[in-house]
């Protein structure tokens, strides 16, 4: 098993996350969203289920241990070695998708930001982050990063505030999407 991690501001913000987590797999560090980009993600977090020989075995995407079902077919996977019938049929719905050119815009500013967020120039990079937020605004990675360089503490301290994301939401609707 491999965690990625995604996290614009570095190995040193994401490296408590994966301590946390206990692990005792190998951890690797996405900054920029490579990986993301590849399979058209924009949210967290992400399942990538990979069998010995190195196929593919789930359609990338969402992972929700407390869905219902979701562990018993992964205790199932995980057991037997045979794929569960609902990744089969999700698997044939999954294609990859180009970028739009806003989303390729959006990437660029999100690059610039990583860039700008190792000169020490936060503040720039919290420009970029919200005009590649207001390019491709369901980009929840972009997003959230963001929020986190913005508002450390609802990320970094303790566990993720999730009630402060969800009121955080609300406010900046109409505020970041609406700015020149």
Do not use: C
């Not at 570095?10 to 692990?23: H, N």
């Not at 390729?104 to 967020?117: G, K, S």
């Not at 982050?129 to 972009?142: E, G, M, Q, S, V």
Request: charged share 30%; net charge negative.
């Amino acid at each position: 098993m491999v965690v990625i991690a995604q996290d614009a501001q570095g190995a040193d913000v994401a490296k408590p996350w994966v301590e946390k987590a206990g692990g005792t797999y190998r951890a690797l560090l996405d900054q920029h969203n490579v990986i993301g980009k590849a399979y058209n993600l924009k949210f967290v977090p992400v399942g990538i289920f990979v069998d010995e020989e190195g196929r593919l075995v789930r359609a990338v995407g969402s992972v929700n241990i407390d869905k219902e079902g979701f562990q018993e077919e992964l205790n199932s996977w995980v057991t037997t070695g045979g794929i569960p019938e609902a990744w089969i049929a999700a698997d044939k719905q999954a294609f990859p998708v180009a970028l739009t050119p806003e989303e390729q815009e959006a990437d660029a500013r999100f690059q610039l930001a990583i860039v700008l967020l190792k000169q020490k120039k936060k503040e720039e990079a919290i420009g970029e982050l919200k005009r590649a937020f207001r390019l491709d605004p369901k980009n929840w990675l972009i997003r959230k990063q963001l929020w986190a360089i913005e508002t450390p503490e609802a990320f970094y301290e303790g566990n993720v505030d999730f009630g402060w994301q969800k009121e955080q939401m609300a406010r900046e609707e109409a505020a970041l999407v609406g700015e020149p």
